[in-house]
């Protein structure tokens, strides 16, 4: 099968990219789509740049112009629960958009017509997380994450987007990708690690923890990856 890897930054993506070693490099859409052979699958791996948008075409291309069959994504995130410390792993059971806002004309947050508040991840991806976790001992909590082009640091904003969304995590990518996903009917899965807790404190932690973060996350991926290509 073909498997699409994203991260929205380098440091998410370097990971990955160190433990696929041999990879063929194609630049496609101002961006670089790293494509290696892993036990006679395909991978194509890529980061997308910070945001929404750069997502949304990143994970567009990947599926229209390089078939992957499934995205998994792999970065870092602020905490919004208090059981997630840095360091620690969600697996989203569904994303929103926490920023899209059109509630003037008496729409919930998150809402747009002929769209849905919250997407739902595969439930046999998020399985096969389970599954890595139990084998490997590790804590890996399930929630949902909320996805805005804002990177946030303020524990009045985090604690609305809690409470609107009854969301675990926040970041900027993986709503996006549930968007594209979804709509061109390809499983998908977002993985994240704690870099910060969306605070006061948390553009530093966020400096201080990416790259430590964003390796727990790409490593528990890589798991991830072996049991999804043993299953098929
Ligand atoms: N990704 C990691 N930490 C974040 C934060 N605090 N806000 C938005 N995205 C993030």
């Not at 990971?15 to 395909?42: G, Q, S, T, V, W």
């Not at 208090?82 to 697996?91: S, Y």
Request: proline fraction near 2%; aromatic fraction near 10%; include cysteine.
């Amino acid at each position: 099968m073909t498997i699409g890897l994203l991260g929205a930054m380098v440091e998410e993506i370097e990971p990955l990219l160190e433990f696929f070693k041999d990879y063929e490099c194609i630049e496609y859409a101002e961006n670089r789509f790293y494509i290696a052979k892993y036990k006679e699958h395909k991978i194509v791996i890529a980061y997308s740049k910070i945001g929404k948008v750069y997502a949304t075409l990143t994970a567009t291309v990947m599926i229209e112009r390089f078939k992957v069959e499934t995205i998994l994504f792999s970065g870092v995130a602020g905490a919004i629960s208090k059981d997630l410390k840095i360091g620690d792993l969600i697996v989203a059971k569904a994303l929103c958009q926490h920023d899209l806002d059109i509630t003037a004309f008496g729409h919930p947050y998150g809402f747009v017509p002929e769209g849905q508040v919250c997407y739902k991840t595969d439930s046999k991806l998020v399985n096969i997380a389970k599954s890595v976790a139990k084998d490997k001992g590790i804590i890996l909590k399930e929630g949902i994450i909320a996805t805005g082009d804002q990177f946030v640091a303020d524990t009045k904003r985090k604690e609305w987007v809690g409470k609107i969304f009854e969301a675990d995590a926040l970041e900027m990518e993986g709503g996006a990708v549930a968007v594209v996903a979804h709509s061109l009917k390809v499983p998908f899965l977002i993985l994240r690690s704690i870099s910060d807790a969306a605070d006061m404190d948390a553009g530093f932690d966020f400096d201080d923890f990416l790259k430590s973060s964003a390796t727990v996350s790409a490593e528990f991926l890589i798991c991830i990856v072996d049991k999804l290509i043993e299953k098929n």
